[in-house]
Protein backbone atom coordinates (compact mmCIF):
# COMPACT_ATOMS: atom_id res chain seq x y z
CA UNK A 1 0.00 0.00 0.00
CA UNK A 2 1.49 3.17 -0.90
CA UNK A 3 2.35 6.05 1.58
CA UNK A 4 -0.12 8.19 3.28
CA UNK A 5 0.20 12.19 3.01
CA UNK A 6 -1.92 14.49 4.71
CA UNK A 7 -1.28 18.06 3.42
CA UNK A 8 -2.30 21.02 5.75
CA UNK A 9 -2.17 24.15 3.38
CA UNK A 10 -4.15 27.16 3.33
CA UNK A 11 -2.51 28.32 -0.19
CA UNK A 12 -4.91 26.70 -2.91
CA UNK A 13 -1.75 27.18 -5.28
CA UNK A 14 0.88 25.82 -3.06
CA UNK A 15 -1.64 23.10 -2.02
CA UNK A 16 -2.47 22.12 -5.81
CA UNK A 17 1.72 22.01 -6.42
CA UNK A 18 2.08 19.56 -3.36
CA UNK A 19 -0.75 17.23 -4.14
CA UNK A 20 0.23 16.89 -7.70
CA UNK A 21 4.10 16.38 -7.10
CA UNK A 22 2.81 13.78 -4.48
CA UNK A 23 0.09 11.52 -5.83
CA UNK A 24 3.01 11.68 -9.44
CA UNK A 25 5.30 10.28 -7.66
CA UNK A 26 2.75 7.38 -5.84
CA UNK A 27 1.91 8.79 -3.09
CA UNK A 28 -1.69 8.31 -1.57
CA UNK A 29 -2.89 12.36 -0.29
CA UNK A 30 -5.03 14.34 1.65
CA UNK A 31 -5.39 17.55 0.59
CA UNK A 32 -6.83 20.00 3.71
CA UNK A 33 -7.06 24.02 3.59
CA UNK A 34 -6.52 24.76 7.30
CA UNK A 35 -5.32 23.28 11.20
CA UNK A 36 -9.05 22.45 11.79
CA UNK A 37 -9.89 20.77 8.53
CA UNK A 38 -7.12 18.58 9.08
CA UNK A 39 -7.76 17.60 13.00
CA UNK A 40 -11.03 16.32 11.73
CA UNK A 41 -9.46 13.82 9.68
CA UNK A 42 -8.09 10.48 11.55
CA UNK A 43 -4.26 11.63 11.67
CA UNK A 44 -3.10 8.39 12.50
CA UNK A 45 -3.62 6.85 9.34
CA UNK A 46 -0.79 8.50 7.84
CA UNK A 47 2.58 8.18 7.27
CA UNK A 48 3.12 11.75 7.02
CA UNK A 49 2.22 15.50 7.49
CA UNK A 50 3.13 18.07 5.20
CA UNK A 51 1.97 21.53 7.40
CA UNK A 52 1.68 25.29 6.19
CA UNK A 53 2.75 27.43 9.41
CA UNK A 54 0.99 30.01 8.85
CA UNK A 55 -2.40 29.16 8.68
CA UNK A 56 -5.56 31.10 9.63
CA UNK A 57 -7.03 29.98 12.86
CA UNK A 58 -4.87 27.48 15.13
CA UNK A 59 -1.10 27.78 13.34
CA UNK A 60 1.07 25.36 12.53
CA UNK A 61 3.41 25.92 15.36
CA UNK A 62 0.18 24.66 18.04
CA UNK A 63 -0.83 22.11 15.38
CA UNK A 64 2.25 20.48 15.13
CA UNK A 65 2.43 20.55 18.91
CA UNK A 66 -0.76 18.76 19.49
CA UNK A 67 -0.18 16.08 16.69
CA UNK A 68 3.06 15.32 18.28
CA UNK A 69 1.53 15.18 21.86
CA UNK A 70 -0.65 12.00 20.85
CA UNK A 71 1.43 11.00 17.58
CA UNK A 72 4.91 11.50 18.65
CA UNK A 73 6.23 9.06 15.56
CA UNK A 74 3.73 10.66 13.35
CA UNK A 75 6.45 13.26 11.29
CA UNK A 76 5.48 16.26 9.89
CA UNK A 77 7.53 18.80 7.42
CA UNK A 78 7.34 22.28 7.92
CA UNK A 79 6.17 24.12 4.74
CA UNK A 80 7.54 27.75 5.69
CA UNK A 81 8.32 31.06 3.50
CA UNK A 82 9.10 32.62 6.39
CA UNK A 83 13.00 32.64 6.47
CA UNK A 84 14.06 34.07 9.65
CA UNK A 85 15.55 31.07 12.27
CA UNK A 86 13.47 31.95 14.87
CA UNK A 87 10.79 30.80 13.07
CA UNK A 88 12.10 27.57 12.14
CA UNK A 89 13.42 26.77 15.37
CA UNK A 90 10.19 27.40 16.87
CA UNK A 91 8.79 24.82 14.37
CA UNK A 92 11.28 22.19 15.54
CA UNK A 93 10.45 23.07 19.12
CA UNK A 94 6.70 22.32 18.47
CA UNK A 95 6.91 19.25 17.24
CA UNK A 96 8.20 19.70 13.28
CA UNK A 97 10.94 16.63 12.35
CA UNK A 98 12.37 18.60 9.58
CA UNK A 99 11.27 22.02 7.24
CA UNK A 100 11.76 23.20 3.68
CA UNK A 101 11.31 26.48 2.36
CA UNK A 102 9.18 28.24 -0.02
CA UNK A 103 9.71 27.86 -3.25
CA UNK A 104 11.07 24.64 -3.07
CA UNK A 105 12.24 21.92 -5.04
CA UNK A 106 10.49 18.87 -6.10
CA UNK A 107 13.80 16.74 -5.59
CA UNK A 108 14.54 17.81 -2.22
CA UNK A 109 10.82 17.61 -0.89
CA UNK A 110 10.59 14.06 -2.10
CA UNK A 111 14.41 13.52 -0.78
CA UNK A 112 13.31 14.68 2.44
CA UNK A 113 9.82 12.90 2.46
CA UNK A 114 11.60 9.55 1.69
CA UNK A 115 13.58 10.09 4.51
CA UNK A 116 11.23 10.54 7.32
CA UNK A 117 9.23 7.75 6.53
CA UNK A 118 12.10 5.97 6.46
CA UNK A 119 12.74 6.94 9.94
CA UNK A 120 8.75 6.47 11.19
CA UNK A 121 8.86 3.33 9.55
CA UNK A 122 12.47 2.04 11.59
CA UNK A 123 10.85 3.65 15.07
CA UNK A 124 7.76 1.80 14.69
CA UNK A 125 9.39 -1.25 14.32
CA UNK A 126 11.73 -0.95 16.66
CA UNK A 127 8.49 -0.34 19.20
CA UNK A 128 6.97 -3.57 18.08
CA UNK A 129 10.23 -5.73 18.69
CA UNK A 130 10.51 -3.52 22.01
CA UNK A 131 6.92 -4.80 22.93
CA UNK A 132 7.77 -8.63 21.98
CA UNK A 133 10.61 -8.37 24.34
CA UNK A 134 8.59 -7.44 26.40
CA UNK A 135 6.07 -9.58 26.16
CA UNK A 136 8.54 -12.82 26.28
CA UNK A 137 10.08 -10.73 28.96
CA UNK A 138 7.49 -11.20 31.29
CA UNK A 139 6.44 -15.16 30.15
CA UNK A 140 9.79 -15.67 30.64
CA UNK A 141 9.20 -13.74 34.58
CA UNK A 142 5.68 -15.37 34.74
CA UNK A 143 7.30 -19.17 33.91
CA UNK A 144 10.14 -18.21 36.33
CA UNK A 145 7.61 -17.49 39.33
CA UNK A 146 4.81 -20.15 38.95
CA UNK A 147 4.17 -23.82 38.96
CA UNK A 148 3.64 -25.37 35.64
CA UNK A 149 1.05 -27.45 36.41
CA UNK A 150 -1.17 -25.66 38.81
CA UNK A 151 -0.02 -21.88 37.74
CA UNK A 152 0.21 -21.40 41.32
CA UNK A 153 3.40 -19.27 42.13
CA UNK A 154 6.47 -21.49 43.52
CA UNK A 155 8.62 -20.95 46.64
CA UNK A 156 10.95 -18.92 44.55
CA UNK A 157 8.61 -15.99 44.08
CA UNK A 158 7.29 -16.61 47.83
CA UNK A 159 10.70 -15.00 49.07
CA UNK A 160 10.40 -11.82 46.30
CA UNK A 161 6.72 -11.57 47.34
CA UNK A 162 7.34 -11.08 50.96
CA UNK A 163 10.57 -9.05 50.76
CA UNK A 164 8.56 -6.66 49.05
CA UNK A 165 5.73 -6.59 51.54
CA UNK A 166 7.80 -6.02 54.43
CA UNK A 167 9.28 -3.03 52.17
CA UNK A 168 6.24 -1.49 51.49
CA UNK A 169 4.55 -2.17 54.78
CA UNK A 170 6.35 -2.36 57.71
CA UNK A 171 4.93 -4.29 60.37
CA UNK A 172 2.61 -5.86 57.80
CA UNK A 173 -0.24 -7.70 59.48
CA UNK A 174 -0.31 -11.27 57.22
CA UNK A 175 -2.76 -14.28 57.62
CA UNK A 176 -0.71 -17.93 56.66
CA UNK A 177 -2.59 -20.85 55.60
CA UNK A 178 -1.42 -24.24 54.81
CA UNK A 179 -3.72 -26.15 52.44
CA UNK A 180 -3.25 -30.00 52.35
CA UNK A 181 -5.87 -32.36 50.15
CA UNK A 182 -7.27 -35.02 52.07
CA UNK A 183 -6.29 -38.66 51.32
CA UNK A 184 -4.42 -37.69 47.69
CA UNK A 185 -2.94 -40.82 47.24
CA UNK A 186 -5.84 -42.57 47.21
CA UNK A 187 -7.16 -40.09 44.61
CA UNK A 188 -4.02 -40.63 42.21
CA UNK A 189 -4.26 -44.68 43.50
CA UNK A 190 -8.24 -44.95 42.67
CA UNK A 191 -8.75 -42.47 39.52
CA UNK A 192 -4.99 -41.74 38.12
CA UNK A 193 -2.23 -39.18 38.33
CA UNK A 194 -4.01 -37.16 35.42
CA UNK A 195 -7.22 -37.09 37.66
CA UNK A 196 -4.65 -35.88 40.47
CA UNK A 197 -3.51 -33.05 38.61
CA UNK A 198 -6.99 -32.12 37.61
CA UNK A 199 -7.73 -31.47 41.38
CA UNK A 200 -4.85 -29.56 42.27
CA UNK A 201 -5.30 -27.48 39.45
CA UNK A 202 -9.30 -26.95 40.48
CA UNK A 203 -7.51 -26.46 44.25
CA UNK A 204 -5.85 -23.48 42.82
CA UNK A 205 -8.20 -22.43 40.77
CA UNK A 206 -11.04 -22.07 44.05
CA UNK A 207 -8.15 -20.31 45.94
CA UNK A 208 -7.63 -17.66 43.94
CA UNK A 209 -11.64 -16.88 43.41
CA UNK A 210 -11.61 -16.60 47.26
CA UNK A 211 -8.49 -14.80 48.11
CA UNK A 212 -9.13 -12.42 44.92
CA UNK A 213 -6.57 -9.34 45.29
CA UNK A 214 -6.28 -10.45 49.32
CA UNK A 215 -3.23 -12.30 48.45
CA UNK A 216 -0.97 -15.19 46.77
CA UNK A 217 -1.18 -19.03 46.17
CA UNK A 218 1.96 -21.11 46.21
CA UNK A 219 2.64 -24.44 45.67
CA UNK A 220 5.22 -25.29 48.97
CA UNK A 221 5.27 -29.08 47.93
CA UNK A 222 3.08 -32.00 46.57
CA UNK A 223 -0.49 -31.36 47.51
CA UNK A 224 0.48 -28.84 49.89
CA UNK A 225 0.00 -25.03 49.31
CA UNK A 226 0.75 -21.64 51.07
CA UNK A 227 -1.55 -19.02 50.60
CA UNK A 228 -0.58 -15.95 52.29
CA UNK A 229 -3.30 -13.47 52.86
CA UNK A 230 -3.20 -9.27 53.50
CA UNK A 231 -5.34 -6.72 54.75
CA UNK A 232 -7.50 -9.67 56.68
CA UNK A 233 -7.85 -9.01 60.60
CA UNK A 234 -9.50 -12.23 60.73
CA UNK A 235 -9.15 -14.59 57.31
CA UNK A 236 -10.43 -17.40 58.76
CA UNK A 237 -13.73 -17.71 57.11
CA UNK A 238 -11.99 -17.24 53.98
CA UNK A 239 -10.29 -20.09 54.67
CA UNK A 240 -13.53 -21.92 55.55
CA UNK A 241 -15.03 -20.90 52.40
CA UNK A 242 -12.05 -22.61 50.18
CA UNK A 243 -12.37 -26.10 52.66
CA UNK A 244 -16.74 -25.43 51.71
CA UNK A 245 -15.79 -24.69 48.01
CA UNK A 246 -13.53 -27.79 47.76
CA UNK A 247 -15.90 -30.17 49.42
CA UNK A 248 -18.77 -28.67 47.07
CA UNK A 249 -16.64 -29.37 43.74
CA UNK A 250 -17.60 -31.91 41.76
CA UNK A 251 -15.60 -31.35 38.54
CA UNK A 252 -14.28 -34.76 38.15
CA UNK A 253 -17.22 -36.59 39.69
CA UNK A 254 -16.21 -37.75 43.27
CA UNK A 255 -15.85 -35.87 46.49
CA UNK A 256 -12.67 -34.52 47.66
CA UNK A 257 -11.64 -32.36 50.69
CA UNK A 258 -8.64 -30.23 52.16
CA UNK A 259 -7.68 -29.36 55.75
CA UNK A 260 -6.47 -25.91 56.54
CA UNK A 261 -3.57 -24.67 59.19
CA UNK A 262 -4.05 -20.40 59.81
CA UNK A 263 -2.01 -18.82 61.28
CA UNK A 264 -1.56 -14.63 61.99
CA UNK A 265 0.98 -12.12 62.71
CA UNK A 266 3.28 -9.32 61.70
CA UNK A 267 6.27 -9.27 59.43
CA UNK A 268 9.08 -6.29 59.71
CA UNK A 269 11.56 -5.09 57.17
CA UNK A 270 14.38 -6.66 59.04
CA UNK A 271 13.12 -10.01 60.13
CA UNK A 272 10.36 -11.06 57.32
CA UNK A 273 12.06 -14.07 56.20
CA UNK A 274 12.29 -15.25 59.92
CA UNK A 275 8.44 -13.75 60.80
CA UNK A 276 7.03 -15.33 58.01
CA UNK A 277 9.32 -18.98 58.51
CA UNK A 278 7.08 -18.78 62.45
CA UNK A 279 3.99 -18.34 61.14
CA UNK A 280 4.51 -21.05 58.52
CA UNK A 281 5.74 -23.30 61.38
CA UNK A 282 2.53 -22.70 63.62
CA UNK A 283 0.09 -23.05 60.42
CA UNK A 284 1.99 -26.51 59.48
CA UNK A 285 0.84 -27.23 63.14
CA UNK A 286 -2.49 -25.87 63.18
CA UNK A 287 -2.87 -28.12 59.64
CA UNK A 288 -1.27 -31.32 62.02
CA UNK A 289 -3.95 -30.46 64.59
CA UNK A 290 -6.39 -30.55 61.12
CA UNK A 291 -5.38 -33.90 59.97
CA UNK A 292 -5.65 -35.73 63.55
CA UNK A 293 -9.02 -34.26 64.71
CA UNK A 294 -10.44 -35.97 61.33
CA UNK A 295 -9.64 -33.71 57.93
CA UNK A 296 -11.87 -31.46 56.10
CA UNK A 297 -11.99 -28.90 58.28
CA UNK A 298 -9.61 -25.22 59.53
CA UNK A 299 -7.96 -25.49 62.30
CA UNK A 300 -6.35 -21.73 63.35
CA UNK A 301 -3.87 -20.79 65.99
CA UNK A 302 -4.68 -19.38 68.97
CA UNK A 303 -2.21 -17.56 71.45
CA UNK A 304 -2.19 -18.13 74.76
CA UNK A 305 -3.65 -15.85 77.61
Known amino acids: MNNRILIVE ?21 LTRSAEE ?3 EKVENYDLILLDLILPGIDGYDFAKQIKETYPYLPIIAITSVAEEE ?44 RELKSAYEKIKDLANKDMLTSAFNRLYLREYLEMLSKQYDNKLINCFIIDIDNFKGIN ?9 VILKRLVEICRNVIGDLGIIVRFGGEEFLAII ?13 RRRCE ?43 KRTGKNKVVKYKAEG
Open 87 to 130: SVSKALSMGADDYIKKPFSEVELLARIKVQIRTRRLQLELLERN
Open 230 to 242: TEQNDSFYLAEEI
Open 248 to 290: MDKTCGFNWTISIGVSQGIITSNNFLIDTEKLIKLADEMLYEA
Open 38 to 40: ALI
Open 10 to 30: DSSFHGKVLQDILIKNGYQVK
Open 189 to 197: DTYGHLTGD
